[in-house]
C-alpha cells in the first residue's frame, strides 16, 4: 500500500503565503512525479504544479511567479510554497505521486496516488 499524506493548509490572508507539504509512505521503490492539482468550489480539479525526480518543474500560468515546488527525494516528500494569495487560490488542494512499489507478491508496478485534499481558503 501507498499514502500519501498532506499537511499545511488552512484560513489565510489574500497577500499572505502558504506551505503545504505531502509525504508518500509505502513500499515505494521510486516517485518518478509528484505535483499538486487544485479544485476550486464549484469546478473542475486543475493542475497547479509539478515536478520530476530530476527537479524539472511546470506551473500553470495563474500561479507562475507565486509559486515554488520542491521535493526531498530521500523523504518521498513534495513541497508547495505560494505567496501573494489570492481569493482565486481558494480550492481543496491534492497532492499526487507517479509511484513504483513493490506488490505483496513481489511485482513492480506503476500507479498514481493521491493524497485526501486539504483545504485553503484565503480571504480578502
Known amino acids: 500500500q501507498v499514502q500519501l499524506v498532506e499537511s499545511g493548509g488552512g484560513l489565510m490572508q489574500a497577500g499572505g503565503s502558504l506551505r503545504l507539504s505531502c509525504a508518500a509512505s509505502?513500499?515505494?521503490?521510486?516517485?518518478?512525479?509528484m505535483g499538486w492539482y487544485r479544485q476550486p468550489p464549484g469546478k473542475q480539479r486543475e493542475l497547479v504544479t509539478m515536478?520530476?525526480?530530476?527537479?524539472?518543474?511546470n506551473y500553470a500560468d495563474s500561479v507562475k511567479g507565486r509559486c515554488i515546488i520542491s521535493r526531498d527525494n530521500a523523504k518521498n516528500t513534495v513541497y508547495l510554497q505560494m505567496n501573494s494569495l489570492k481569493p482565486e487560490d481558494t480550492a481543496v488542494y491534492y497532492c499526487?505521486?507517479?509511484?513504483?512499489?513493490?506488490?505483496?507478491?513481489?511485482?513492480?508496478?506503476?500507479?498514481?496516488?493521491w493524497g485526501q485534499g486539504t483545504q485553503v481558503t484565503v480571504s480578502s
Open positions: 509505502g513500499s515505494i521503490v521510486s516517485i518518478e512525479t
Open positions: 499526487y505521486g507517479d509511484v513504483t512499489r513493490v506488490s505483496r507478491l513481489g511485482q513492480i508496478q506503476t500507479n498514481t496516488y
Open positions: 515536478i520530476t525526480s530530476s527537479g524539472s518543474t
